[in-house]
């Protein structure tokens, strides 16, 4: 955990991430992700110099077999504040519209109930799980899906909803985030979405770690390039003073 706290402040710092006497929501799917970026902000706000309130909001989309008790009872042992908000996006997507392509409403509704759980609780600044590999696989994506240079910003601000997510487990990788969630015993909920593992991600996924076997490190070389580049939003404090 030492080594996630490290590289979390570190990310914290180099795009200033949190300011004093604020509140930040994680955003808690029940994944080990999200739960692991739970478990390092409650630990960073025992020591950080920037004070900060911290709350957990999950948006339960109703999939049967989901049983988010155990991250409640977490949230309790931390003692941070847990909201859970039902949205039957299972039923809308699967159910009712039988999408061939689900993921994107998917989202689409999650962000739009999260803004709104945020707004209704007076939270602005919202922590979200995505780690240094989903950076390198969202760049790549983007490339290959889109025909464009872009990935998720560090920090972004959402001026319609008023909302600002950080990302503060971008300098984690996804096996030290599997090891650290395995070590801390995190209460990791099974997601039985018939799409996964059959989406455009998991499709970049593999064909990242093909390419690796031949160009080593080459997700640490899209990282690098995005902080030195720099692409729109991944300046560094340091470098802007």
Not at 20 to 46: H, P
Not at 170 to 184: D, H, M, T
Request: hydrophobic share 40%; aromatic share 8%.
């Amino acid at each position: 955990m030492q080594e996630i706290l490290g590289l979390v402040r570190r990310c914290v710092e180099d795009y200033n991430m949190i300011e004093d006497g604020e509140t930040i929501a994680v955003g808690v799917s029940g994944g080990k992700d999200s739960l692991l970026t739970l478990a390092a902000l409650a630990r960073l706000r025992q020591f950080y110099p920037k004070k900060f309130d911290l709350a957990a909001i999950t948006i339960d989309p109703g999939i049967p077999g989901m049983d988010f008790s155990p991250v409640a009872k977490y949230c309790e042992e931390l003692s941070v504040r847990y909201i859970r908000v039902p949205v039957p996006i299972y039923e809308v997507v699967f159910l009712e519209r039988k999408e061939k392509n689900p993921c994107s409403l998917c989202a689409k509704l999650r962000r739009g109930a999260l803004s709104t759980a945020m707004n209704e609780h007076g939270i602005k600044k919202i922590a979200l799980g995505h780690h240094f590999d989903d950076a390198a696989e969202t760049f790549l994506m983007n490339l290959l899906f889109e025909g464009r240079i872009g990935c998720f910003q560090p920090v972004t601000y959402l001026s319609r909803a008023d909302v600002t997510q950080i990302r503060p487990l971008l300098y984690v990788k996804e096996k030290q985030a599997a090891n650290a969630a395995r070590r801390l015993a995190l209460p990791i909920v099974h997601n039985p979405c018939p799409a996964d593992g059959e989406t455009r991600r998991q499709e970049v996924k593999e064909l990242l770690a093909e390419l690796e076997n031949k160009y080593p490190d080459l997700r640490q070389k899209i990282f690098g390039a995005m902080q030195r580049s720099p692409l729109r939003g991944w300046e560094r404090q340091e470098l802007i003073k």
